[in-house]
């Protein structure tokens, strides 16, 4: 297994299920819900940490889907508004890749090491190991 980590972003590390009426946003082409979400992860402890493990020699990355069924004019604002808010709550973090896929694209193509992520199928046919949301600080403070 590669020494890579992965992140899902929604309902990963980005609370867009949290945002007041985020479906009929993203029904509606309003790329909000992925500007306000907040973050599911105590920011500043996961920026330490994913920097430690980049200077131990892990390849950090994103790996997220844009909107089901989202035009291509709205996929680009959903990809910057997704990279913006990686810039704006995780400055500190220079991240290897980020890969901002069209909806339901396979992630675990390419891709190996530990993933975290909150969809059961995604983690299933990752091919590494592959842990839910509610495990990213521990996992990775044993690393």
Do not use: C
Not at 37 to 61: C, D, E, F, H, K
Request: proline share 4%; aromatic share 10%; net charge negative.
């Amino acid at each position: 297994m590669r020494k890579e980590i992965w992140f899902d972003m929604d309902g990963t590390i980005a609370d867009l299920y949290g945002v007041e009426n985020w479906l009929e946003m993203l029904q509606n082409e309003d790329p909000t819900p992925y500007i306000e979400a907040r973050p599911l992860v105590r920011m500043a402890s996961l920026a330490r940490v994913l920097n430690r493990l980049q200077r131990n020699g892990y390849t950090i990355g994103i790996v997220s889907w844009l909107s089901r069924n989202g035009s291509p004019e709205y996929n680009e604002k959903v990809a910057a508004a997704k990279i913006a808010w990686l810039h704006r709550h995780l400055a500190s973090v220079t991240f290897d890749r980020i890969n901002i896929l069209v909806y339901g694209t396979p992630k675990e193509i390419g891709r190996n090491g530990i993933l975290f992520d909150d969809e059961l199928e995604n983690r299933e046919n990752w091919n590494g190991i592959a842990y839910d949301v509610n495990e990213i600080l521990p996992i990775l403070r044993a690393l």
